[in-house]
């Protein structure tokens, strides 16, 4: 078999033409084989963005929920103090400096007994 010379960058490589088969099919394979990772790589990373997309979407539903069932309890409570009329509301005290036990019944809502006179 006749051998070629080839010369890149300075450099010279003798080779027949069975030799210069395999190192295409080398070449070839290895291109194959990066095509491959780039390809899996962007399925992988399809996959976690489609995750993360449904696991947002699951996080603002619960968000919603929770939000409704606040607003409900809101109307519920409301209602409650408007059907109760023995209960109202304390203004808390203007100096909060002095918040000690004895006075945190200011932040609490008081119940007027009036069944006692």
């Known amino acids: 078999m006749s051998e070629v010379t080839y010369s890149a960058f300075g ?8 030799e210069m088969f395999v190192a295409g099919a080398v070449v070839a394979a290895l291109l194959l084989l990066g095509i491959a990772m780039i390809n899996s790589g962007w399925k992988r990373a399809s996959v976690r963005r489609r995750r993360l997309r449904e696991v947002r979407h699951e996080a603002d539903d619960r968000v919603a929920k929770l939000e409704e069932e606040k607003r409900a ?11 109760r009329p023995d209960v109202q509301p304390v203004q808390p005290a203007a100096d909060h400096a002095d918040h000690t036990p004895a006075h945190a019944a200011t932040d609490r809502l008081v119940h ?5 006179a």
């Not at 309890?73 to 059907?83: A, D, G, I, P």
């Not at 007027?112 to 006692?116: K, L, P, S, V």
């Open 73 to 83: 309890l809101q109307r519920k409570l409301e209602e409650e103090h408007t059907s």
């Open 112 to 116: 007027r007994d009036t069944t006692r």
């Open 11 to 18: 450099y010279s490589v003798s080779a027949n033409h069975l």
